[in-house]
């Protein structure tokens, strides 16, 4: 299955809390094959074992956190069914850039992840379709644009309009606060 780059900003805690999953996997590989051994398992042995197992006992961090964005795009305000998206729409998504919006003033972390296609698809879908009209209504009030300078009621209109939009970080951000490793804490 093909699997496509996404990049997003989630928050450092998450960062932090799938960059301490790893290193805890890690250590449990190597426990686990250092009891191999002891059970009798020749080092290569072991490690092949181990390989095995990996998917299942310690699953990548992508693989983690594709399982949560799969549960939030379940979901009923994400769910759909969506109109698939048009070419121009496909193309707007890909451009670089952040969704229009406040600072939100909290420490983020940028992350790569290599998802399946479908599983794109589906994000990229909902994220746009969910934000169609908050998008529409900030282009219709002139509230968005490079370069634009906004006085403190228009930069608070903006905003407002802003937090019912759902870009594919903001999805995987609450993915993660909900099913990811931090989750249960």
Known sequence: MEKLPVTVM???YQAGRLDLLKKRQRMEEAATVEELERQGNTRRQARIIVARMRPDEWPSLETVVAQAVELRLAEADLAGPWRPLTVAEEEELALSGRWPGPSM???MSQRNYKFPSDLVKRLKTAAWRVSEQPLRELRER???GAGL???DDQRALRD????RLY?????VR???ARYGPAASE
């Not at 407002?160 to 937090?163: C, D, G, L, M």
């Open 10 to 12: 989630i928050y450092a």
């Open 105 to 107: 003033g909290v420490s």
């Open 142 to 144: 002139g509230l968005v």
């Open 149 to 151: 300078v906004l006085d």
């Open 160 to 163: 407002r309009i802003a937090e």
């Open 167 to 171: 870009p594919v970080p903001r999805v």
């Open 174 to 176: 609450e993915a993660l």
